[in-house]
């Protein structure tokens, strides 16, 4: 099993920062995963991902087009802990973020809406940007 929590969610203004932090734990987190992501989900769209990230040596990273030069996800193999830095927010980076893991290597096709599905998830964290 693998647990994921994020954190760091909250209300700013446009122009603003945030940097998110998903925690992951279990028995199967180290041999198993593969590829993290960050997903987002706006009021009455369907959840997209914005940054996926390997989980081997090589940590190579994708972006979808619309955070690309202003979100950077990165991860703590010493801490198992996802990050999102994101600069330059704007009103429609506003949604629920969420943390997914998989067993499968991410591509670059999980920005773009394919890729095999995600197996873990975690509960997801507010980002509001007011403009």
């Known amino acids: 099993w693998v647990l994921l929590e994020e954190s760091g969610g909250d209300s700013v203004q446009a122009g603003g920062s945030l940097r998110l932090s998903c925690a992951a734990s279990?028995?199967?987190?180290?041999?198993?995963?593969?590829?993290m992501a960050w997903f987002r989900q706006a009021p009455g769209k369907e959840r997209v991902a914005v940054a996926t990230i390997d989980g081997d040596e090589y940590s190579r990273t994708n972006y979808a087009d619309s955070v690309k030069g202003r979100f950077t996800i990165s991860q703590d193999s010493v801490s198992n802990t996802l990050h999102l830095q994101m600069n330059d927010l704007k009103p429609e980076d506003t949604g629920m973020y969420y943390c997914?893991?998989?067993?499968?290597?991410?591509?670059?096709?999980?920005?773009?809406?394919?890729?095999?599905?995600?197996?873990?998830w975690g509960q997801g964290t507010q980002v509001t940007v007011s403009s």
């Open positions: 997914a893991a998989k067993m499968y290597s991410c591509g670059s096709s999980v920005v773009k809406g394919g890729g095999r599905p995600f197996d873990y």
């Open positions: 279990g028995n199967n987190f180290d041999f198993d995963v593969d590829c």
